[in-house]
Nanobody
Framework: QVQLVESGGGLVQPGGSLRLSCASS????????MGWYRQVPGEERELVAL????????YADSVKGRFTISTDNANKNTVSLQMNSLKPEDTAVYYC?????????WGQGTQVTVSA
């Protein structure tokens, strides 16, 4: 059973930084795409950043230049999200996401709150 576990959320002031991490278990197969979505109550879950099937990256326009997605070369089934220059509109629950053999998996989510 594949499991994704996020860590690193919290409260930060506007302009600050946070780093989210996602660890996986239950599979030795490298999962791609793998990355992050976020959701605000009452709204649809939206893409933040992904590691794509062919070694590339995909970012939402709203986070380009501020967020960076990465993986650990020693364990490619991990994914991190470095979030800089955070804005109040980045406040959301952030979910780790991965696909294995066409089946999507989600983490439980971690809250990120950007507020003065």
């Amino acid at each position: 059973q594949v499991q994704l576990v996020e860590s690193g959320g919290g409260l930060v002031q506007p302009g600050g930084s946070l780093r989210l991490s996602c660890a996986s278990s239950g599979t030795a197969v490298i999962m791609r795409p793998m990355g992050w979505y976020r959701q605000v109550p009452g709204e649809e879950r939206e893409l933040v950043a992904l590691l794509t099937d062919y070694g590339g990256t995909n970012y939402a326009d709203s986070v380009k230049g501020r967020f960076t997605i990465s993986t650990d070369n020693a364990n490619k089934n991990t994914v991190s999200l470095q979030m800089n220059s955070l804005k109040p509109e980045d406040t959301a629950v952030y979910y780790c996401y991965a696909i294995r053999f066409g089946v999507p998996y989600w983490g439980q989510g971690t809250q990120v709150t950007v507020s003065a």
